[in-house]
């Protein structure tokens, strides 16, 4: 079965310096992964995607992802936090099995920017 | 999110009363999916709909029903409330002509107390 762990449930930097949330994953396959970004009281917005493209994924806001599939690693990066940038960040996994609409989720790593 | 919107956005009702949640979009998207969000689980697909009339389960499906008569309306019931539903739920749709039916895009979320 495919799974997502995020390595941290909270994370927290001051505001300018670099942001990383870690993300792995577990897949028979190469698969197709993604980061959401949910502010308080929103719904999820989609901040970048990997699809078996370029490794090195650019989103909104800045932000970028590295696929590495000797690491099963999809961590996210950001050069320089921003205040607007605290948020909760999904990373998800597409299953090959049960079909290619449903998404697994992790659990979610909230980032607190501080001044 | 702006094409698709979910009512009510926030409900308390009593156990063991039926409750509706509606998801309508604008967006023309084929698929449709209903998602439960709670602390510590991230979101788990509850069910979603690849059609008219036609839908499928997810992860966490008992004690929901859905239903989609036309393209833009997704209904997702709850026969029989039960507190363990309290929780925030996400509609989601993917599928739009001319792109993948990888990414899902979410509304706003309804706030589901059951008391």
């Known amino acids: 079965a495919q799974s997502v762990t995020q390595l941290d449930s909270h994370v927290s930097v001051s505001e300018g310096t670099p942001v990383l949330l870690r993300c792995n994953y577990s897949?028979?396959?190469?698969?197709?992964l993604f980061w959401y970004v949910q502010h308080p009281n929103k719904g999820l917005q989609l901040l970048l995607k990997?699809?078996?493209?370029?490794?090195l994924v650019k989103g909104i806001n800045g932000f970028e992802a590295e696929f590495k599939k000797s690491e099963t690693s999809f961590h996210l990066t950001k050069p320089s936090a921003h205040m607007s940038d605290a948020a909760e960040y999904f990373c998800?996994?597409?299953?090959?099995?049960?079909?290619?609409?449903?998404?697994?989720f992790g659990a979610g790593t909230r980032l607190a920017v501080h001044p | 999110d702006a094409g698709i919107t979910q009512s009510p956005r926030h409900k308390v009702t009593e156990t063991g009363t039926p409750v509706t949640l509606r998801c309508h979009q604008t967006?023309?998207?084929?698929?449709m999916y209903w998602y439960r969000q709670d602390p510590g689980h991230g979101l788990r697909l509850i069910h979603y709909s690849y059609g008219v009339k036609d839908t499928d389960k997810g992860e966490v499906s008992d004690g929901y029903s859905v239903s989609r008569s036309k393209t833009e309306d997704f209904l997702l019931t709850l026969e029989s409330a039960t507190s363990s539903q309290t929780s925030v739920y996400f509609c989601a749709i993917s599928g739009r002509v001319g792109g993948t039916n990888y990414e899902q895009y979410f509304g706003p979320g309804t706030r589901l107390t059951v008391t």
């Open positions: 967006e023309n998207h084929r698929y």
């Open positions: 998800v996994v597409i299953p090959i099995s049960g079909g290619y609409n449903k998404l697994i």
């Open positions: 990997y699809t078996s493209a370029a490794t």
């Open positions: 897949s028979s396959y190469s698969p197709s």
